[in-house]
């Protein structure tokens, strides 16, 4: 049984900065490749930014390319997403993800992942 544990979120004005952390937690210790998705009310869940196991390859939607950046925790199987200059459009529920297969990242943008956290929310609002 694979859980993963969001934390971070909240509330933040225009052009402000928030940040995600979250951890997976598994029977079998393996590798994930980790990301975030995020749902806005009345629209589809959308890829945000995907991060390799080794954390050497990245990758972002374009609405946040530049203001948003995923990284590697330093306990295995866990990941940040700084959340810089937000806009009005980035409030949503954040849904931490993983996967245990080797896809790529442009896979996993369009296909979304194995595992999902519960979300956290994150409310942009002057």
């Known amino acids: 049984q694979v859980q993963l544990v969001e934390s971070g979120g909240g509330l933040a004005q225009p052009g402000g900065s928030l940040s995600l952390a979250c951890s997976v937690s598994a029977r079998t210790r393996g590798s994930y490749t980790m990301g975030w998705f995020r749902q806005a009310p009345g629209r589809e869940r959308e890829f945000v930014a995907g991060?390799?196991?080794?954390?050497?390859?990245?990758s972002y939607s374009d609405s946040v390319k530049g203001r948003f950046t995923i990284s590697r925790g330093r306990a295995k199987n866990t990941v940040n997403l700084q959340m810089n200059n937000l806009k009005l459009e980035d409030a949503a529920t954040y849904y931490c993800?993983?996967?245990?297969?080797?896809?790529?990242?442009?896979?996993?943008?369009?296909?979304?992942?194995?595992?999902y956290g519960k979300g956290t929310l994150v409310t942009v609002s002057s």
């Open positions: 993800s993983a996967d245990s297969r080797l896809f790529s990242l442009n896979y996993y943008s369009k296909s979304g992942m194995e595992y």
């Open positions: 991060i390799m196991d080794t954390g050497n390859y990245t």
